[in-house]
Structures are given as C-alpha cells and as structure tokens.
C-alpha cells in the first residue's frame, strides 16, 4: 500500500512503549548458567535455561536488587511480587511457558520525566526471564518464506525487566526521548548495558490515533522488531498515517500485533487480536513469592547515584540554561566535566560547544580537570578556539596536561605587550592603508582590518588571537 | 449438572497446546475435566472472607540464589538432543508467526 500524506494536523497520535532490558547480572535468571552475550551458540546452557523435565528455577538474588533499582528510579512502588506461568507453545521456550509475572508485578505506579519537564507514567516494571534465541533461515530472513529456523538457547533465562509505560506519548519524538531517558537511566543505576544493538534493550510500541480534541482512545495496534531509535520514530509515523488514511477512507482499525520492515519502511500485520495467543497465566508453582523487606529498599534506594533528571537540572542551573540544553550532556555521562569548567570560570557556551561537539565520541583519555584548564586557556584568550580543539583532540587521544600540550604545539600564548608592539610596528610599516582603515567606511574599514590581521597572523606565525588583534586595532583607530 | 466446560473450550485448550485429539478423546476430555472443575467448585461452599488469598501451599517467600556461576552444560551435551545442529544450533522446521 503507497501512503498517501493525510491531513496530519487534524490528528493526534498516542504512543505507549513497552520496554524490555536485559539485567546486568552475572548469571541468568532462575540458574547458574552465564548471562552473556556473543558467546558461541548455546554455550551459556544447562537444565534451567534449556526447559528439560525435573529442572527446577531458584531465583537470582542480584535480579531482584537490579528490578527493584528500576523501580525505585522510576519512582514506582516496590510491592510483595508473585512469578506467573505465561504459557506458549513456541521453540524459544521449550518448558512451553515463559515466567513471567502478572497480576503482581514487583514495581508498579511510576513515572519517567522528559527532559522538557513533561511526566510520563510507568503503569508496572516487572521481572521475567528471556527466551532463546530463533534465527530464520532462507527467504531473506523474512518468518512467512524461512525454509527452517535456528535456535540458540544462550539468552534463554536472562533476567529481563519490562517496563510498560502509560499511553502519555505524542509523537515519534516523544516518543525517542522517552527511550533515551529511560535507558539513560538503567546504565546511571548499573541496571541494564541498554545497547539497542545487540539487543539489551528492545521497544515494543503500542500506537492509535484519534482526532484533535477527543478524549477517547483509537483502537491501537502493537509494533514489534524495533531494533533502534531510528526505526522507532519512523514505525511509529508509519503507522499512523496508516491508521489515520485507513479511517479516512470510513474503515475501522482492528486491532493487530504489526512487525516493522526496516528495509521496506513499512510495518506488515502478523496476526490479529482473534489470533492473538491466549497465555492461560497462573501462578507459577516452582517459586515462592518474592517480598522484599522495607530495611532491603531502603538499603537500596540509598545506593542510587544521582539520576539523569537530577543532573540535568543541577548542570541546567550551574550555567543558567534550560534543562533540554543539558540532557544531552548528561545522556554522554559529560556534566561532571561541564561542571568542573564551569566552577573554574571557563566561558559556559565554549562548554557547551566542546561537550556537544567535540566530544561527541568519548572522553578517551582526557580528565574533567585538564577540561576545565584547558577551557580556562580559551576563556583567557591564551589558546584560539582552533588551538583548543586542537589541544582538546589531544588530550582525549593521549591525556597529558594542556599547558605541556599546547606549547608542544607551539601554542604559547602571546603576551599582549608583545603582541601590540608588533601590531605597532606592522601599522607604521603600512601608514597609507591605516588611514584608509581609520577614515573609510564600513566596507573599506572591514577590508583592512582583515588586511591587518592577515598581516599579524602572518607575524605570530598564527599565535595571536583573532578577537583580541581586532581590539587593538579598534582601539587604535579610536586614538 | 451444571455444564463446566464445554466441548469447544477443550478443543481451544488442546489446540493451544499442540494437541491433535479425536473425536472421542474430546468428549473422554470433556468429561473428565468437568469432574475435576467440580471438585473445585465444592470450594465455593467455604466461607473464605477472613483468608488470605495465596499464591502456594508453602508459607515460604525470598527464597534467593546468590548470583555466582555455577557449572552449566557443555555445547556438544546440549545438542546431543536436538533433532538437527547446524552452526552450534538446534535446526528446526520453518516456524511460522513469531513469539
């Protein structure tokens, strides 16, 4: 089906996300096998994670810490928790039943806040354990036309939190923003790795539209196979056009479970909500429920380092800017260098240059102490902004100390004495285009001066300072 | 008799669970899982107002593990039962639909 574009602006589309991460344990769930990732093929396997008849789960300790950090870092409530049987019939599982839990989740009622301020509810954040792994092979990989499928059964038992978030999301940006902070905040509390790419962190979304104005929900249709952010805004954009064209034509929604084609750029129905599998929860009789005393959480929720939220608005308020200005230098984990530039006075947007683009790709080797030097040299008009992008890409190469790398470069600073001697000298030299500088008008005065400072670049051999050559000269000129 | 389950509802069970059942084994089925249905029902005649609802007949909870590695299986144990390996991996006929 082509999309035509329909009138977007008369419609609203709403978004809720479900949000499964992989818990950085050392071992799975219910067993002692590994929990790792990339390994050879089942190679991280024993009793548990393979369903054979007998083995028995015994629950991971350190999964129960992480799920409650989630928790508590979603400003949920930490609540007496039981593991439920979802049951399935499908070779990712071969026990036919996935633990899961349902009606008592561990973490319920929370809320996640964007970097503009708005709130987004956490409606539960509960634990299950992940399935193996199923590669189709033949017909381009594509389920419908495999000709058979692989299985690797190493990710079968790896704890998983699943955060399910309210319907309170807008647009694909929202939408994007919301999975940033979020997984933001699961690597800030050691949670979950959060790598989209390998997995660790996959989206599902729920999307629906309805027109401006109304109060009540479309019927929405679930997009799985959302591999990165990307896809996630352009699924979900996809999608409501779809919906939006498809009741503009006086047709309905059904409710669909959809699978996103990155390559076609399109979502494709896998099954209807007739079709849609029916679990038959119950509670799972091999595990014991899970209460976690007041003392635990309370151990817990002291151990929590400062959030994203906080930090953003601490950075935020230090150089006097918005908190969307700042989150994305605390998503790069860069606001203690910010904030140690800027107590030591370094000019606060030259900050936030270096951080947003000229260290877009790690730190490497340079510590927030030489940052903050370094900015301070710039500030100080000792180092061009050139020179300390320079320095800057040193620093982060090979670390050092930015005095030691700057005269290694030859970037000593000028001293201004110095420098006004020269410029005395290079004006006396060429007394027919001062004039001309003095008495022209605004044209011919901006064409001299870049005669002059060509000239006094020439001179310093490029170690003067743009900004501050032009000052003299207009101080000059006013003499 | 109260009708517990009907002869469709089995047929939906068994079909969820991979389970081709003939004719009379439906109805052999039937039967028997109403018997079982009304057994439980015979719960229904207790007053339960002042229980607790639970979750398992053991009052146990926390029961932890501390998360160490343990000792797993070796690849060539693992795949010892499955039907086809190829790459380290269980081969299995083309599946449709997804999980």
Redesign the interface.
């Known amino acids: 089906m082509e999309l035509n574009s329909p009138d977007m602006n008369d419609w609203e589309t709403v978004i809720g996300l479900e949000v499964h991460a992989e818990l950085a344990t050392k071992t799975k769930m219910f067993s002692s096998a590994l929990n790792s990732f990339g390994g050879k093929p089942n190679s991280n396997t024993d009793p548990v994670s393979l369903g054979l008849p007998g083995s028995l789960p015994v629950l991971n300790e350190k999964a129960v810490e992480l799920a409650i950090r989630v928790g508590l870092a979603l400003n949920c409530e930490v609540q007496k928790s039981v593991f439920a049987r979802k049951n399935y019939f499908y070779p990712d599982m071969p026990k036919a039943y996935q633990i899961s839990q349902f009606d008592l989740p561990i973490n319920k009622e929370g809320w996640l806040e964007l970097p503009d301020g708005r709130r987004i509810g956490i409606e539960r954040a509960h634990l299950e354990e992940d399935t193996g792994k199923i590669t189709h092979v033949g017909g381009g990989g594509r389920i419908h036309e495999a000709s058979y499928s692989l299985i690797d059964y190493n990710r079968s038992g790896v704890p998983l939190i699943e955060i399910v978030g309210a319907p309170d999301l807008r647009s694909p940006d929202d939408a994007r923003d919301y999975v940033s902070e979020l997984r933001s905040i699961l690597v800030t509390i050691g949670a979950s790795d959060g790598k989209m790419e390998e997995g660790s962190l996959r989206v599902d979304c729920n999307v629906s539209v309805r027109k401006k104005g109304t109060e009540e929900f479309g019927t929405r249709c679930e997009i799985k196979n959302i591999n990165s952010l990307r896809s996630l805004g352009r699924a979900i954009e996809y999608e409501a056009k779809r919906q939006i064209e498809i009741i503009e034509s006086g047709q309905k929604i059904e409710q669909q479970t959809r699978h996103w084609d990155e390559a076609e750029g399109r979502t494709h129905k896998l099954r209807s909500k007739e079709e849609a599998f029916d679990y038959r929860y119950f509670p799972e009789p091999d595990l014991v429920s899970v209460e976690p005393s007041e003392e635990w959480i309370r151990e817990i929720s002291g151990s929590l380092p400062p959030l994203p939220r906080e930090r953003r608005h601490l950075l935020a308020e230090a150089i006097g800017v918005e908190p969307t200005e700042t989150s994305l230098i605390v998503q790069r984990d860069l606001d203690t260098f910010a904030l140690e530039a800027i107590s030591s006075n370094a000019n606060k947007n030259r900050v936030l240059v270096h951080l947003e683009n000229n260290l877009a790709d790690g730190v490497g080797e340079l510590t927030p102490e030489a940052f903050a030097s370094l900015t301070v040299m710039e500030t100080n008009g000792e180092l061009t902004s050139t020179q300390t992008k320079t320095v800057l890409a040193e620093l982060v190469e090979a670390g050092g100390d930015p005095q030691e790398v700057a005269k290694s470069h030859g970037f000593e600073s000028m001293d201004n004495s110095e420098l006004e001697e020269i410029v005395d000298r290079i004006i006396s030299e060429n007394s027919d285009d001062w004039l001309a500088f003095i008495n022209g008008d605004e044209t011919e005065r901006k064409k001299k001066s870049g005669f002059f400072v060509g000239l006094i670049m020439k001179e310093t051999n490029g170690q003067a300072d743009g900004k501050i050559v032009n000052q003299i000269l207009n101080t000059k000129s006013k003499n | 008799m109260v009708e517990r389950i009907s002869r469709e509802e089995v047929a ?2 068994a079909r ?3 389970l081709a059942l003939s004719e009379d084994e439906l109805d052999a089925f039937t039967s028997q899982l109403a018997a079982v249905l009304d057994h439980a029902a015979d719960l229904e005649a207790l007053n339960v107002d002042d229980i607790e609802p639970s ?2 007949p ?1 009052p ?14 070796e ?1 060539e144990e ?2 010892e039962g499955a039907p086809e390996v ?14």
């Open positions: 939906h069970v969820l669970a991979q979750t398992h053991f146990l909870k926390n029961v932890l593990r501390v998360d160490e590695p343990g000792e797993g299986f690849i693992v795949l190829e790459e380290h991996q269980f081969r299995v006929p083309p599946i449709l639909g997804d999980s």
